[in-house]
């Protein structure tokens, strides 16, 4: 008889919400996210220095409003969207040992970068709305988490500026909030924090920003990244083989390249040609 049921060997048993390995919890440990980790347990959302310099967080700044001109109609100057691949410094972002962490931590391995766009907003820019991020699932939502997001604050982060708001804890309600909550709003606090800063959230958790009363323009990088096994926001099939020659492996897996979903080779008669990657998206699905 077959104990496979019984005691599951380690590529089929799933890891558990906030379960880490001694290796993981040392990589935790060194980049000093513990706390960080802590945080978004308990209250949902949590914000962490993006550990760069006020240059390279400058050169961001610059990059995303030089970006955003090319965005057509309305938006333009207000957002860019599709930044991976537009311009060298989005990969420095995605691969930011702190923000892969932390992707780790929320989505499991081989997680997907689902979204990677920037907004611009100006004195009067107005309240978004109060929403979950995990607005293509159904509720209630699954223990583990399925989308996080993190907000790269290029600017200081300030009610009157116009900064992040969230729920604390209404993330343990795994569910999208109803039409009196979104316009009650009951416990929204202002995220504050200093510029080139992350800020950033279970996907279940109920937020919004405040409205911007100060003049200057906010700018953030509203970073996505979803479980493997979630449809992405955006597609970077244009970012080909050739574009991802000699650069991190961390970036062909964010792609969804990786992994053996979606695969387009018929000739294999099915997706079994690709054991080697099948075994990996099994294996990275259950962390
Ligand atoms: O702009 C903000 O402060 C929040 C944006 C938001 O809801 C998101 O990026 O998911
Ligand atoms: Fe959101």
Same mark, same amino acid.
């Given at each position: ?87 060298? /410094?989005?990969?420095?972002?995605? +691969?930011?040992? *702190?923000?892969?962490?932390?992707? &780790?931590?929320?989505?499991? @391995? #081989? !997680? ?53 708001? /969230?729920?604390?804890?209404?993330? +343990?309600?795994? *569910?999208?909030?109803?039409?009196? &909550?979104?316009?009650?709003? @009951? #416990? !929204? ?99």
């Amino acid at each position: 008889m077959s104990t496979a049921i019984e005691k599951p060997d380690e590529t089929l048993s799933t890891v558990q919400p906030f379960e880490f390995s001694k290796e993981f919890t040392k990589q935790l440990k060194d980049l000093d996210l513990l706390k960080t980790v802590a945080h978004i347990k308990e209250h949902g959302y949590a914000v962490m220095d993006a550990d760069v310099s006020e240059e390279f967080n400058n050169k961001l700044r610059e990059t995303c409003i030089k970006l955003a001109q090319e965005t057509e109609g309305g938006a333009k100057g207000y957002s860019a969207a599709i930044l991976l691949g537009r311009d060298p /410094v989005f990969e420095e972002v995605v +691969l930011n040992p *702190r923000i892969q962490a932390m992707v &780790e931590v929320m989505c499991g @391995k #081989g !997680a997907l970068l689902s979204q990677l766009i920037a907004s611009i907003r100006p004195k009067g820019a107005p309240e978004i709305g109060l929403h979950a991020d995990q607005n293509w699932t159904p509720a209630p939502f699954p223990i583990h988490n399925q989308i996080f997001t993190l907000c790269w604050a290029c600017d200081e982060y300030t009610e009157e500026g116009g900064c992040t708001k /969230v729920i604390p804890k209404s993330h +343990l309600k795994r *569910r999208h909030p109803l039409p009196e &909550e979104i316009a009650a709003q @009951k #416990g !929204a606090i202002p995220v504050e924090c200093p510029p080139g800063s992350l800020v950033m959230w279970d996907g279940s958790i109920w937020h919004s920003n405040y409205p911007r009363n100060i003049k200057g323009e906010r700018v953030v990088i509203h970073i996505t990244f979803s479980r493997l096994a979630l449809r992405t926001v955006e597609c970077y099939d244009h970012l080909d083989e050739k574009w991802l020659e000699g650069k991190p492996e961390e970036l062909a897996i964010m792609l969804g390249r990786d992994d053996f979903l979606g695969h387009k080779d018929f000739s294999k008669g099915g997706a079994g040609g690709e054991v080697e990657k099948l075994v990996k998206t099994f294996t990275r699905a259950r962390s």
